[in-house]
């Protein structure tokens, strides 16, 4: 999962993720209305309290999370927002899982299966790859602020998983049940991850080479690009090469 993992924190850190604040606003609020459809308590609704923090984080307006909010309770209009995940292959036969927020699956399906197959890639049978993926929370710590000893006293304590050494970061892993309590925990003790969220992490993961990475790294562009989608996951480890020339 090395290059996959670093890939996402350079994105991260370069801020390509979301980088139109326009698109950030409207996936943040789409996660807040598909999160509110479980109660809009966010005490007693962990995805909906990380949806809202997620939200704060792109500087969505105050107004505008208690809005999404009440769209997904229902308390407004425009709560018609549906969960849906397409799964296929990228380039090199990578695994890929695409997260989407819709209000028109049509709409939808027809655009993401257009982006694959202009781009290397091919839409897949519903649980053609999703076997190859785990829901796991996933918090980062920059090494260049906190000790390895730090992380784990916290994230242990706390129920997480395991810690582990990503390169610039120590990665925090946890169940998904338990991913808001070592949140809170780690921001009880104020220390700050550089990201934070509940991500399918890859099971197994296979080499590409850089050219076809490249493709691979524009096809995901292209799709997370696309106002419906929410995340993509694949399972691919880039190149340090090409991960260099990124960081």
């Known amino acids: 999962m090395a290059g996959h993992s670093k890939w996402h924190n350079i994105m991260h850190r370069k801020g390509r993720q979301d980088a139109k604040r326009g698109k950030a606003f409207t996936k943040a609020a789409k996660e807040i209305i ?3 459809k479980g109660g809009g308590d966010p ?3 962990a995805r909906l309290r990380a949806a809202i923090q997620a939200a704060k984080a792109v500087n969505l307006p105050k ?11 229902g308390e407004l209009d425009g709560g018609e927002v549906f969960e849906v995940v397409y799964e296929g292959y990228g380039p090199a036969g990578v695994a890929l899982l695409v997260d989407a927020a819709t209000d028109n699956k049509n709409r939808t399906v027809a ?9 290397n890639g091919n839409m897949g049978e519903a649980g053609c790859v999703s076997w190859m993926f785990e829901k796991k929370g996933l918090l980062y710590f920059p090494k260049d602020q906190y000790s390895e000893d ?12 395991d810690v582990v050494d990503d390169d610039e970061a120590w990665e925090v892993r946890t169940a998904p049940e338990d991913f808001a309590d070592v949140q809170a925990a780690f ?16 099971q197994n993961n296979i080499d590409v080479e850089k050219d076809q990475a ?16 929410q995340n993509v996951y694949h399972n691919a480890n880039l190149p340090d090469e090409l991960l260099a020339e990124l960081g």
Request: overall charge negative; glycine content about 4%; aromatic content about 0%.
């Open 43 to 45: 005490e007693s609704n």
């Open 34 to 36: 598909l999160a509110a």
């Open 63 to 73: 107004d505008k999370i208690e809005n999404a909010i009440k769209k997904g309770t």
């Open 111 to 119: 655009d993401v299966r257009h982006i694959l197959s202009r781009n």
């Open 187 to 202: 921001a009880e003790a104020e220390m700050t991850p550089t990201s934070a969220e509940v991500s399918m992490i890859a």
């Open 214 to 229: 490249m493709k691979l790294m524009k096809l995901v562009d292209l799709l997370e690009d696309h106002d419906d989608v």
């Open 150 to 161: 730090q992380v784990m006293e916290i994230g242990l304590d706390a129920g997480a998983e």
